[in-house]
């Protein structure tokens, strides 16, 4: 059994450094491209990063204390939150839409070098390993658990913006439905 181990952690390791090649690439030509946005496309991420956590967590016999989940969780929040401001969430024709600036490209790649440098330079305890997992997962779901609020203030603002407004016979202008007059040009509303 203890023989195993390694081949199992090797081929675990080989088969997320596909994903992660693969990401990568996926990542640099979709990054600025407008998506459609759906629940599932914001939750996936949450769940494949509980997975990749539960099963290091599995193979790496460390339990950290409640200190380094708090630190390291909070830290990783906090970067999450801030990664999704360079997200846009916006409503075109009905559909909840969302698109990335560069700054997304930005804190992605300072995030993995940092975490990358962390553990080249500590030559990958345990410790450090978990500590900066915890903080990852942590980031992924602060970061779509804040695009996830903006996804549904969005997407309740669709029905809103049909029935609360009316479009002015004479300049185009949007105005709201109880109004008699247009804002913009002064006509009377018919």
Excluded: D
Excluded at 49 to 61: E, K, N
Excluded at 135 to 150: E, L, P, V, W, Y
Excluded at 151 to 162: K, M, V
């Amino acid at each position: 059994m203890a023989a195993v181990i390694p081949i199992i952690m090797k081929i675990i390791s080989i088969v997320f450094l596909i994903v992660f090649i693969l990401s990568v690439i996926f990542l640099i030509f979709t990054f600025r491209k407008p998506k459609k946005m759906s629940l599932v496309s914001l939750i996936l991420p949450i769940v494949i990063s509980l997975i990749t956590f539960t099963v290091f967590s599995f193979f790496i016999y460390y339990k950290p204390s409640i200190l380094v989940l708090v630190l390291m969780g909070s830290a990783g929040l906090f970067i999450g939150i801030i990664w999704s401001q360079s997200t846009r969430v916006y409503v075109e024709s009905g559909t909840v839409m969302s698109r990335n600036s560069i700054w997304y490209l930005v804190v992605w790649g300072a995030v993995f070098a940092l975490t990358q440098l962390i553990s080249i330079v500590t030559k990958r305890p345990p410790s450090i390993i978990m500590a900066l997992l915890i903080m990852s997962t942590a980031s992924i779901i602060g970061m779509n658990g804040r695009i996830m609020q903006r996804y549904f203030s969005a997407r309740s603002s669709i029905g809103l913006t049909e029935v609360s407004s009316q479009t002015c016979n004479h300049c185009g202008a949007t105005v709201g439905r109880e109004s008699a007059f247009c804002n913009k040009c002064g006509n009377k509303l018919q």
